[in-house]
């Protein structure tokens, strides 16, 4: 041990070695261990979150199957072709030919479920009552009772999942999923069941993708669960261990335990309730901790190797590091010496290095430092004499002044040999002794004196005011005082004038013609002037102290105030308000607040200051100016002329609504802005000029120009502008609006040829129109309508009066005549019926209207005659139609009534009154509801509110009389509407004779349903036997084509077998090789046909799998011989996948490209190109071969998947059927495009998913 102490105290290299290798070793193995525990922990949260990862995953799988074969079941259930079936097997007899039509077409509809889902195992249909299987895929089953099983009693409820369970007859694993089937009206009339295939379910378990462990189910009573049994080979019974004990109780979690065989596993398990059964994962303990295990030991042994390297380095480098440390320590005992000289060589660039180069750097700071310091005293001496104060050195024990400045020379008129050696109180300077005294105390109580205030004497006798600052200091070991002394004259007067100041800001304050109110920080007043009280009311003592809520603030702004406020003592000093304050009298007035905050030396808020104007008046002028504004621009909008504003820049101040219109622009998009801005072309400038012209010239300027519309049109218009002036004089602007003459210029050059057409139109108005003086009542113009209309000629109508042209019959009088005429000469339009005179005599019936007009600036009554004979005659013969029609009503033959949309009774018909018993009287107090029972109220409401107006509909109903009996009636009623309000219109008819004739129609139909299903059934014979006849057809097409083209391979064996058996005679071998070989080629192109044939005909089973297409087709070229010259060309991405039986669709494949080959080798007149190519769509994957050959004409390719049809003299003819059918088998086609002369391209498609 202490070899061991004194080894490592011995040298510097020890100790650095000894702590770093003892430490390695320790860390190493704490490394080590944490590390090892660590993965561990990270191990056992990551498997635990895989396992439940895996179990999610099978679950959701799991969930996903269900969901699925429940959504088949749910869609059987509602189909309504299942339910009228299903109807028919619950309400017929087994023998009725519904019953066995419905059974039959039933099962080949779910036949087809039980082929295409491999997940149904079985499909039942159970009548409601006793759970008896009135239907099933597996006929065994048909007839038995399930009414004790749950998926029954559950089912008939609701959708129900009868979890994993012993199948009755097999005792196989199984899930049945059951629905209600409910009828037409929703009545619940038996059970649909579906026993599902576990397969997918032992699938799911049994492919868990990359987990490396086993996932099992167990059932209830913890038995292995299989698709096909219960239980396992070597555990055919339940099993014990922690995990299935657990899941079986229905926890869920992770654990560590000992599996079915003994081997510890980490295990996630999970209880499935909708299933009945338990989910575990588990994965064993040492494949699941290998990992951490690993770790550990490969870092434990990296780190003792490492240590073993880190101890030779520690020795290598702590030799290096105490070499230079040794220098350093000799640098040091000489720099204590005083030698400042001494440098050490810097030979490394690590720490020691930096360590040397800095004691380096501070040996040659240290030397520097020695050399500053020698000039701190002459530094330290220039800023003394240049401070601006006074500054006194003198000794603590007789006042003596040892050092002064220039200051303190200045100031006390002394040069500095004749202060120093002498006391102030000798050079004169204090102008009391007592404050020299007072002061003296002061410092020896506590050693210093701050802001000590007193009077000195200059050196020419002129006293002034100074503030000393004094500390008690040691100067090489004696007690001295420093003192520094402020001249106050410049602050005294700075003061003087600031009081002289503050008296005229309260002059001024109290004399200033605006309130001005200062508030403390809790918004109470300070300073009130005179301004004030006479603004408020208040005088300055009834003010100062108050609240300012108290004061002039009522309850009704101070919500907007408080915010106001609170800005202002937050620093805002921008806080202006106009609002309502109330006065000393109870009066409301309104005033502007210009607020100042107050704030101390360090910006802190102490108050504010407002300057208040009272601007009740003023506000009032504002509200006033404001509304005539809004009035002015209400007016002006409400002209339809565009009018507008522009100032002396020529930018629109303002316009109207009408003049935004116009340019298709908002006010806001106009304002500011030049006509250059808003016209943007040509005109800008012709309107520019003018304006510039109208503010040279003044007054007023009127011109037309053209204006382009907003509506996109070119409009003439009149512009009329004017300058208006400012109040001192000074053109401010222009006002003007735009008259849009477009209308007046056409009209203008309408009337030239309007003036030409008038007589004509005049005469060729259809009405008679009279022209009349309006002053004298002469006639000036009549046109033609009027001649034929009256019998006159032009002369004779001009010099008729009213006598001649009315009949003076009562009231048509001539009286009335002239009071009408009289009328229309005061401008009132007058329309009215006249009974009219013709020259002949004649009366008749006219409408005339009288309108005063001036034409060509002379007054003029226009009357308007139109002949209404006519239609006095059809009004007259309407009225006798509605006579008629009431009497019609009356006497019909139907039952009718009108109501309101309660069914209140407005009015009924006589036969209304007849059928029901009752008197028109009563029955206009009575509701439609209080003899109509075939329908409910609500029933008859829902009714009326379906109706369409206009349109009928028929309501089957049963009325009852008065005296209690019934009978049945159809109601067709019509809704209308009337003033807002729907009324209906309802024809009850009489059907209880019609009734009766229904029902022995209703005998009669069902004899004849009857008769039908007798001739159906012998319909039905016939043409099963017309297919037997189609089938033999085309089994004797099938036999001859089969048999022709077996013939000839067969008759080439034949000969070749009768050959051989000379040959064999003659020993000929070679012949006899050759003649084999024909033999057996011919043998299996008989094997091919007949292989060809079994493949169109039988339908085989296969699994799709996904192959990258490009790469499948590519190999499959790369194996294909072609002939040299033919050009194979191949296009397609990289990646492009499809779900396909690959044999399958090589076979396909294949034989379309061997068909473009054979294409090829017709033509020989140009090069022969066969393309083929991969293309992706939006929803499937489309092969394509493409050759430029002959083409197929449109007979054979309508023809070209008949089975049989060929153009070859070989082949039977099925290549393209076998094509189509593989195609189909993958849900995808063949599609053909051909032309003569232009080649051939198939396409094969795939679905993408």
């Known amino acids: ?141 048909e007839g038995e009772s399930w009414a004790l099983d749950s998926f029954f009693l559950e089912g008939k409820e609701a959708l129900y999942i009868q979890g994993v369970y012993a199948w009755r007859q097999s005792a196989q694993p199984t899930i049945t999923i059951a629905r209600p089937l409910l009828d037409a009206l929703g009545e619940k009339e038996g059970v649909l069941a579906v026993h599902l295939n576990l397969e997918r379910m032992q699938n799911v378990i049994s492919h868990p993708g990359a987990f490396k462990g086993e996932i099992y189910l167990v059932d209830k009573f913890k038995t292995f669960l299989n698709a096909d049994r219960f239980g396992r080979e070597d555990f055919p019974r339940g099993v014990q261990t922690v995990g299935i004990d657990r899941v079986v109780a229905g926890e869920e979690g992770t654990g560590h ?55 030779l380095g520690h ?93 303190f020379c200045q100031m006390f008129d002394v040069t500095t040999m004749q202060a120093l050696g002498r006391s102030a109180e000798e050079l004169g300077i204090w102008h009391s002794n007592i404050s020299r005294l007072r002061l003296a105390v002061l410092l020896r109580r506590k050693g210093g004196v701050i802001d000590y205030e007193s009077h000195f004497v200059r050196g020419n006798g002129d006293v002034f005011a100074g503030i000393i600052y004094s500390r008690v200091i040691e100067l090489s070991g004696e007690k001295h005082v420093v003192s520094i002394m402020v001249d106050l004259s410049d602050i005294r007067r700075t003061e003087n004038e600031l009081r002289d100041t503050s008296e005229r800001l309260q002059l001024l304050v109290q004399r200033m013609p605006i309130a001005c109110i200062a508030w403390n920080n809790d918004f109470t007043v300070s300073l009130w002037n005179p301004a004030a009280e006479q603004v408020f009311g208040y005088p300055a003592a009834a003010a100062v102290g108050k609240h300012a809520y108290e004061l002039v603030v009522p309850k009704s702004v101070q919500a907007m105030v408080e915010p106001i406020w609170g800005k202002l003592l937050a620093g805002d000093s921008t806080a202006h308000s106009v609002n309502e304050n109330i006065t000393s009298d109870g009066r409301l007035i309104v005033c502007d607040w210009t607020n100042t905050t107050l704030k101390d030396e360090h910006g802190n808020a102490i108050g504010v200051i407002s300057m208040v104007r009272d601007v009740t008046e003023e506000k009032k002028a504002q509200d006033s100016l404001h509304y005539q504004k809004e009035l002015l621009q209400t007016i002006l909008d409400a002209i339809p002329a565009p009018i507008f504003f522009k100032g002396a820049d020529l930018l629109y101040k303002g316009c109207n609504q009408a003049f935004c219109d116009a340019l298709g622009l908002s006010h806001d998009s106009i304002v500011g802005r030049s006509v250059h801005d808003i016209t943007g072309d040509e005109r800008a400038k012709i309107y520019e000029d003018a304006d510039k012209d109208l503010l040279r010239k003044g007054g007023v300027q009127i011109y037309e120009a053209k204006f382009p519309h907003a509506d996109g049109s070119e409009r003439d218009v009149v512009f009329h502008k004017a300058v208006f002036k400012n109040p001192d004089g000074s053109i401010g602007g222009m006002v003007g609006n735009m008259l849009d003459v477009t209308e007046i210029r056409k009209a203008e050059a309408e009337l030239a040829e309007s003036e030409l057409n008038y007589r004509e139109i005049f005469n060729a108005s259809s009405e008679a129109i009279i022209i009349r003086d309006l002053a004298t009542g002469k006639i000036l113009d009549v046109n033609q309508s009027m001649l034929d209309m009256y019998g006159y000629s032009f002369e004779e109508a001009i010099a008729t009066t009213i006598d001649d042209l009315s009949s003076g019959e009562p009231p048509y009088t001539i009286d009335k005549a002239y009071e009408n005429l009289t009328r229309a000469k005061s401008g009132e339009f007058r329309l009215f019926e006249w009974r009219a005179k013709k020259k002949d005599g004649t009366r008749f019936w006219v409408e005339i209207s009288l309108q005063k007009s001036t034409i060509r600036g002379e007054s003029r009554v226009i009357a308007v005659i139109r002949d209404i004979t006519q239609r006095k005659e059809v009004e007259q013969a309407h009225r006798e139609s509605e006579e008629r029609f009431h009497l019609l009503l009356e006497h019909a033959a139907d039952a009718l009534f009108l109501h309101d949309a309660e069914g209140n009774i407005l009015t009924v018909n006589q036969r209304s009154c007849d059928w029901l018993g009752y008197h028109r009287d009563e029955l206009v107090e009575m509701n439609i509801s209080d003899f109509e029972k075939g329908n409910s109220s609500d029933q008859l409401r829902n009714f009326w509110k379906s109706l369409e107006t206009g349109k009928s509909s028929l309501l089957e109903g049963q009325h009852t009389r008065k005296d209690g009996s019934t009978y049945p009636v159809d109601v067709n009623v019509v809704k209308f509407v009337f003033q807002d309000a729907d009324f209906f219109l309802a024809l009850a008819r009489d059907v209880s004779e019609r009734r009766a004739t229904e029902q022995e129609l209703e005998r009669y139909r069902d004899r004849l349903e009857e008769l ?48 051989l058996g000379r040959l064999i005679e003659q020993g000929d071998a070679d012949r006899i090789e050759k003649t084999l070989d024909l033999a057996g080629r011919n043998v299996n192109r008989c094997d091919g046909i007949i292989n060809e044939l079994l493949d169109y005909t039988r339908q085989q089973e296969w699994t799709p799998v996904k192959i990258d297409l490009g790469h499948w087709l590519q190999s499959l070229l790369d194996e294909q011989v072609v002939p040299d010259d033919i050009e194979v060309n191949r296009n397609w991405n990289k990646g492009i996948v499809a779900n396909c039986e690959p044999e399958r669709l090589r076979r396909a494949v294949l034989n379309i490209f061997t068909n473009g080959i054979q294409a090829l080798q017709e033509i020989s007149s140009r090069r022969r190109v066969l393309r083929l190519r991969i293309d992706q769509e939006e929803d499937r994957v489309v092969l394509s071969i493409a050759d430029n050959g002959p083409g197929i004409d449109n007979q054979t390719l309508e023809r070209i998947f008949e089975p049989m049809f060929s153009t070859k003299n070989f082949g039977v003819g099925l290549g393209m059927p076998i094509v189509k059918n593989i195609m189909e088998e993958h849900a995808g086609g063949i599609e053909i495009d051909s032309s003569p002369g232009k080649g051939t391209t198939v396409s094969l498609w795939l679905p993408r998913n």
């Open 1 to 141: 041990m202490n070899k061991l102490l004194s080894w490592y105290f011995g040298k510097l290299s020890h100790r650095l070695v000894g702590p770093s290798l003892l430490l390695g070793i320790l860390a190493v193995f704490l490394l080590s261990l944490i590390s090892y525990f660590t993965v561990r922990n990270i191990l056992e949260k990551s498997i635990s979150h895989n396992l439940e990862v895996a179990v999610d995953l099978q679950n959701d799988e799991l969930n996903r199957w269900v969901e699925d074969q429940k959504t088949t079941i749910v869609f059987i259930s509602r189909a309504p072709f299942v339910r009228e079936r299903v109807a028919d097997l619950l309400s017929r007899d087994k023998d009725h030919p519904y019953y066995q039509e419905s059974y039959r077409e039933l099962s080949e509809y779910l036949y087809s479920y039980i082929k295409n889902f491999k997940g149904l195992r079985e499909i039942m249909l159970l009548s409601n009552h006793g759970g008896e299987v009135i239907y099933s895929t597996s006929t065994e089953h």
């Open 315 to 407: 020795v290598f480098f702590a030799r290096r590091i105490s070499r230079p440390l040794g220098d350093m320590a000799r640098m040091a005992q000489q720099v204590a010496s005083g030698d400042f000289s001494i440098q050490i060589p810097v030979l490394e660039q690590d720490e020691t290095g930096v360590l040397a180069k800095a004691l380096n750097q501070m040996v040659s700071h240290l030397k520097q430092v020695y050399e500053e310091m020698s000039n701190t005293a002459e530094n330290f001496k220039t800023i003394f004499n240049l401070n601006p104060s006074s500054i006194v050195v003198q000794r603590f024990d007789n006042g003596k002044l040892v050092q002064v400045n220039e200051g």
């Open 1012 to 1059: 039908v299903q007798e001739r159906t059934k012998q319909l039905e014979e016939a043409q099963e036997e017309l297919v037997l006849n189609e089938r033999l057809a085309v089994l004797g097409q099938l036999t001859a084509t089969v048999s022709h083209e077996l013939r000839n391979p067969l008759g080439t064996v034949k000969n070749a077998i009768h050959i």
């Open 257 to 311: 335990y000992l599996n079915y065989q003994g081997v510890p596993v980490v295990g996630y398990y999970r209880w499935i309730p909708d299933l009945e059964v338990g989910i575990v994962a588990e994965i064993p303990r040492e494949l699941a901790y290998a990992s951490a295990k690993h770790l550990g030991l490969l870092i434990g042994s990296l780190g003792l190797a490492l240590i073993v390297t880190l101890v």
